[in-house]
């Protein structure tokens, strides 16, 4: 099994920074893709950003220059470093890891994981 925890949400002011991070621990043989996803209320989920193990990233138009994406493979982490926030990028954010891990008939199969959330609130 694998278990993501995320950190770093919390309440800022608008132009305020925060940054986000995301620890993936259990029978991981490897993380492939990784992003981060966020949905507001009323709102259906979106991609915010995205990395690939190789390191290519993808941003929503809405946060490109905003907020980097960056990965450690070592300590399988996710980062999203937000800058220049603003009251629209209110929601609750979430990371998504496609793991590929290794079972006890030593096959390998990838799967889709999501961490609980965090919420981040940009407000005066």
């Known amino acids: 099994q694998v278990q993501l925890v995320e950190s770093g949400g919390g309440l800022v002011q608008p132009g305020g920074s925060l940054r986000l991070s995301c620890v993936a621990s259990?029978?991981?043989?490897?993380?492939?893709?990784m992003g981060w996803y966020r949905q507001a209320p009323g709102k259906q989920r979106e991609l915010v950003a995205a990395?690939?193990?190789?390191?290519?990233?993808n941003y929503a138009d809405s946060v490109k220059g905003r907020f980097t994406i960056s990965r450690d493979n070592a300590r399988s982490t996710v980062n999203l470093q937000m800058s220049s926030l603003k009251p629209e990028d209110t929601a609750v954010y979430h990371c998504?890891?496609?793991?590929?891990?290794?079972?006890?008939?030593?096959?390998?199969?990838?799967?889709?994981?999501w961490g609980q959330g965090t919420q981040v609130t940009v407000s005066s």
């Open positions: 990395i690939t193990r190789g390191g290519i990233t």
């Open positions: 998504n890891l496609y793991v590929i891990t290794r079972g006890t008939d030593y096959l390998l199969r990838g799967n889709d994981y």
């Open positions: 259990g029978s991981i043989f490897k993380i492939n893709d």
